[in-house]
């Protein structure tokens, strides 16, 4: 069990994720990415990605850890070969306005790209071929969550919107289509992120507004409003891997252990000096022989 909220002692982490081998955890910053090594205690990168430009905002990994994906204000997604020992960038899909997110679809063969212009990107990595839509005018898309099933895709922006699309297609060489479903007025200010779990039964959004709030994907109705009396930005969310439990990263620099069905907190990691904004957590269930 991992969770991260800072590596880097010198410039703000904006992203983080851990290797599907749960090994390595890499943290997205200004002009750099870096790779750690869970299971050691040396403060510095294994790996680190140098000559990247402007923030990278967003970055994720393909489901055997062949490669990763990354989103920046450079305007760019770019996909990382780490087969390759130069960690040379493989591919980019240049966009107009900064990047904030990149979602992979669970088929591993497309990403979503969100923007800045309110744009969110469908980049079909087998045919190199993209669509695009815009959700709402004048909005900037925060972030674009796919649950397991490929049923759903969900989006949120910065007016606290949440649309929530479900999927057909994505198997094979068709592309996944996308047919609107809801739009949620899911919070009162800019929202930041959104996680289904992993059992696709729930949505979690963050934001602005002090709050996160858990949505049941049968209906999108509200389960519950997290919130703290702190009473400060929830920037990140993850679900644990049984779904019954979400950990928060919070502007107060306090990651939390919420119970997704009470809504109360069984746990605060505490630690942090300044806002945890980014946060990854990748556990397992075990089965009980």
């Known amino acids: 069990m991992t969770v991260d909220g800072a590596i880097s002692n010198e410039q703000q982490v904006n992203a983080l994720d851990i290797t599907p081998d749960k090994y390595v955890v890499a943290a997205a910053g200004y002009q750099h990415i870096r790779m750690y090594d869970l299971a050691s205690n040396n403060p510095n990168p ?43 960038c493989q591919r980019i899909f240049q966009v107009s306005a900064p990047v904030n997110c990149v979602c992979l679809h669970p088929n591993q063969a497309e990403l979503m790209v969100g923007d800045q212009s309110g744009v969110i990107h469908l980049w079909d990595l087998r ?22 099933d490929g049923s759903y895709m969900a989006a949120v922006n910065n007016k606290g919107h949440c649309y929530i699309w479900t ?5 094979g060489e068709e592309p996944t289509r996308l047919n609107p479903r809801h739009k ?34 049968t209906d999108f109705s509200e389960v519950q409003v997290l919130q703290h009396e702190a009473k400060r930005w929830v920037w990140d969310a993850a679900f644990s891997a049984d779904s019954q ?41 075990v089965s009980a022989s």
């Open 245 to 285: 439990y979400i950990f928060t990263a919070s502007s107060d620099g306090v990651a939390r252990l919420w119970n997704a069905s009470t809504g109360t907190i069984e746990r605060e990691y505490q630690g942090h000096q300044k806002a945890v904004i980014a946060l990854a957590f990748r556990d397992e269930i």
């Open 46 to 88: 294994v790996v680190n990605y140098e000559g990247v430009s402007k923030n990278i905002t967003s970055l994720g990994f393909q489901e055997e850890g062949k490669w990763m994906y990354t989103g920046g204000e450079d305007c760019s997604a770019r996909v990382w070969d780490l087969r390759s020992s130069s960690f040379q």
């Open 184 to 217: 949620l007025l899911a919070h009162k200010r800019y929202a930041l992120r959104c996680k289904f779990s992993p059992d696709s039964t729930l949505l979690v959004t963050t934001s602005a507004d002090q709050t996160a709030r858990v949505w049941r994907t």
């Open 127 to 148: 045919s190199d071929h993209n669509e695009q839509l815009i959700p709402e005018a004048e909005s900037s898309i925060q972030d674009i969550a796919v649950d397991q």
């Open 167 to 171: 999927l057909t297609g994505g198997i």
